[in-house]
């Protein structure tokens, strides 16, 4: 297994990880220069900068547009439309200049906004001229695109791709257009956004991480975990118990990466102290996953000739 930090402002690599993940175009729009030294995490449709200053960019459905406001929707940012030729292409162009100055890229946003979208005049001529399906055509869409992001970043720039899905292994493909079995010869591995506020239920987490690595086959998992976002308080985050718990079973039901998501590098520190801290927890573990779940804490471990 591989273990990861995933932050939104860092300061510098953490000590005690495999790799760090910078969250260089999160789906705020906020962009920031990528680092030599670190992998890059872009969202492409998720734009609420974009989506601000173009606001006929925004998917459309019988349901209203794809605004984080539209409750209809299970969005927390503005949604752009899949097939908004501008946006496609500077992406493109970013994402391969970001590519060749960073370790390699991993996607999210990479999909239409929910069920129903989108249903714009230039996506109904395009469904129409197709002689798609509905779904069909929705698949192509986000495939073929895909296809042109991993030309620019593994064959161009000669880095590393990784294409980032959410967290349902079952409707993907109804929802957001998404077929696994399309994306898999496009990346080097997948990564399941996998947060939460809290993770008191761990055989839901455990659960998803089956049916991912079932689907998924011979491309390796990633999950990603919450830790602490941007403007939140402590008291409301998942506890570090309950980080190590659902870590363990994820390692358990097969994940082949871990990544955890702090704002900054001095709060995936402070999560580091404390899991060093959970001596109880730590002990208890052990009896849970054999070899893989070892693997947690033995990273855990790792962690206290550090501090």
């Given at each position: 297994?591989k273990?990861?930090t995933y932050?939104?402002?860092?300061?510098k690599?953490?000590?005690?990880?495999?790799?760090?993940?910078?969250?260089?175009?999160?789906?705020?729009?906020?962009?920031?220069?990528p680092?030599?030294?670190?992998?890059?995490?872009?969202?492409?449709?998720?734009?609420?900068?974009?989506?601000?200053?173009?606001?006929?960019?925004i998917s459309?459905?019988e349901?209203g547009?794809?605004?984080?406001?539209?409750?209809?929707f299970?969005?927390?940012?503005?949604?752009?439309?899949?097939?908004?030729?501008?946006?496609r292409?500077?992406?493109?162009?970013?994402?391969?200049?970001?590519a060749?100055?960073s370790?390699?890229?991993?996607?999210?946003s990479?999909?239409?906004?929910?069920h129903?979208?989108?249903?714009?005049?230039?996506c109904?001529?395009?469904?129409?001229?197709?002689?798609?399906?509905w779904?069909?055509?929705?698949?192509k869409?986000?495939?073929?695109?895909?296809?042109?992001?991993?030309?620019?970043?593994?064959?161009?720039?000669?880095k590393?791709?990784?294409?980032?899905?959410?967290?349902?292994?079952?409707?993907?493909?109804?929802?957001f257009?998404?077929?696994?079995?399309?994306?898999?010869?496009?990346?080097?591995?997948?990564l399941?956004?996998m947060?939460s506020?809290n993770?008191?239920?761990?055989?839901?987490?455990?659960?998803?991480?089956r049916?991912?690595?079932?689907?998924?086959k011979?491309?390796k998992?990633?999950?990603a975990?919450?830790?602490?976002?941007?403007?939140?308080?402590?008291k409301?985050?998942?506890?570090?118990?309950e980080?190590?718990?659902?870590?363990?079973?994820?390692a358990?039901?097969?994940?082949?990466?871990?990544?955890?998501?702090?704002?900054?590098?001095?709060?995936?520190?402070?999560?580091?102290?404390?899991?060093?801290a959970?001596?109880?927890?730590?002990?208890r573990?052990?009896?849970?996953?054999?070899?893989?779940?070892?693997?947690v804490?033995?990273l855990?471990?790792?962690?206290e000739?550090?501090?």
């Open positions: 297994m273990f990861g932050m939104f402002i860092p300061k690599r953490v000590p005690g990880f495999d790799y760090d993940l910078f969250r260089v175009k999160p789906e705020v729009g906020r962009r920031m220069p680092k030599a030294d670190m992998h890059s995490n872009i969202a492409i449709f998720g734009d609420n900068v974009a989506a601000r200053n173009h606001p006929d960019w459309q459905s349901l547009p794809a605004w984080r406001t539209n409750d209809n299970n969005v927390r940012w503005e949604v752009l439309c899949q097939t908004q030729p501008e946006h292409a500077e992406q493109l162009d970013y994402i391969e200049d970001v060749r100055k370790q390699g890229i991993w996607l999210n990479i999909h239409f906004a929910e129903g979208h989108c249903i714009c005049p230039r109904k001529e395009l469904h129409a001229k197709s002689g798609l399906s779904y069909e055509w929705r698949r869409e986000v495939t073929d695109y895909m296809a042109q992001v991993s030309d620019r970043v593994r064959n161009r720039a000669k590393k791709f990784v294409i980032g899905v959410l967290p349902d292994p079952v409707t993907n493909y109804e929802r257009g998404v077929n696994f079995d399309d994306l898999a010869p496009l990346t080097d591995e997948f399941v956004v947060f506020k993770y008191a239920t761990p055989w839901y987490w455990e659960m998803l991480v049916n991912f690595k079932k689907l998924f011979d491309v998992l990633n999950c975990l919450y830790v602490i976002g941007p403007g939140d308080d402590p409301e985050t998942p506890t570090t118990k980080l190590l718990t659902v870590s363990v079973r994820m358990r039901a097969g994940t082949d990466g871990i990544l955890y998501l702090t704002e900054n590098d001095e709060q995936m520190q402070e999560f580091q102290k404390k899991a060093i959970e001596k109880d927890t730590r002990e573990l052990k009896s849970y996953g054999g070899k893989a779940g070892q693997e804490l033995d855990v471990s790792s962690w000739k550090l501090f």
